[in-house]
């Protein structure tokens, strides 16, 4: 339907817009491992606490984190299941280890050229 | 391809890359053995690797730090070596460390084991590396990539596969 996928245009265009932020990418990272106080983000950057909390309104916005008060904290959390999150770290991780191999591959080419001189 | 294998396992937070190369087993373990080998190869492009203190033995540490030349970015790094058999095994423990030496906080350890084997006339170097916690994995990809490198694409696309779930 036309009307549904206008809506999950816009619920694209929000997310996209959510993340095209350093700061808030790092409130999701930050936020996925445990929950964190608004106040405690708040320590994480250099900017006014006013600031973060606008960064975590677009985030709950764009369905990336929930917010829930406990006591006088307002709580934040990241909504990306952790399987997720490592599924993607992984893939990082493996990109880390072939561009190393290919290194390590070219040391010992030239180690082991020299061995052979 | 010098990569022969990758197999990821996102529950045990474990992944066990598997590489060939036509070579002899001692010229792989080389590549770990001497730190200056080592320092040429482990840090990511427009990084130096400096290996200052390399004890390969059980119970020895391996310290080293990678810095921008231009002045940016510069990580501490420390192996604590686990097993060491020469030249087949070796098992380092790695902890992200603070300028002074001591773990930076909320470091978890990350667990990191080579085996190096003869495969017909290739020599198999097996890595298999194994994280506590997510931001072990994350700090082990940020010393691996420079900075302004990562590339986030697979992650919005990993995140809007859960959105529209």
Redesign the interface.
Known sequence: MVVESLHRGRQTDRLFFALSDATRRDIVTKTLDRERSVSELGRLYPISLTAVQKHVEVLVDAGLVSKHRSGREQLVRGEVSQLLRAHTLLDELEAVWRARLERFEDVLDETTGRKSE | M??WN?A?N??A?S?V?T?E?K?AIT??W??WADPR?LE???A?PGFAATFGHHDLRPGGTIMYCMSDPNGGDRFDGTWNVIEVDAPTRLVVEDAIVEDDGTPSDGNSMTRMEIDIEAAGDTTRMI?T?HFD???G??Q??AM??AEGM???M???D???????A
Request: aromatic share 6%.
């Open positions: 010098t990569v990758v990821k996102a529950e937070k992944m890359i590489a190369f070579t010229n792989v080389q590549l080998l040429r190869w482990w990511p890595l590396t916690s997510l931001e994995m994350e082990a990809i691996g990539v990562r590339a986030c697979s992650q919005i990993a995140l809007l596969a859960e959105v529209a």
